[in-house]
């Protein structure tokens, strides 16, 4: 069994993720690129933040930033986690899951 872990370093975000954040939705963080191999996959870039759709063990449902929709593996993306600190400040710090 593999535990979850997080990064100490709060994610820096985008204006995208930022809305995001605002909007209360689920959000990824893209770590590896990835080229469609179908119209119903989605290319992202490493770096990228996209609003979590949906999800299975091994692939995503997401939104880029222009409005595309689409499935990634699960690999090559990270959960962000919303946590708020004592100030009620809300941060962010990058999870993982081990699949």
């Excluded at 469609?36 to 759709?53: F, H, I, M, Q």
């Excluded at 222009?66 to 919303?82: A, F, H, N, S, T």
């Amino acid at each position: 069994m593999c535990s979850q872990k997080r990064y100490i370093q709060p994610a820096k975000l985008n204006q995208f993720a930022k809305e995001l954040m605002k909007r209360g939705v689920s959000i990824v963080k893209v770590v590896l690129n990835f080229k469609a191999k179908n119209n119903r996959e989605l290319s992202v870039t490493d770096g990228e933040y996209l609003e979590l759709l949906d999800g299975t063990k091994t692939w995503f449902k997401v939104r880029n930033s222009i409005d595309q929709v689409g499935y990634c593996p699960k690999m090559v993306l990270r959960v962000i986690e919303r946590h708020r600190s004592a100030i009620a400040r809300p941060s962010i710090f990058m999870g993982y899951e081990c699949g």
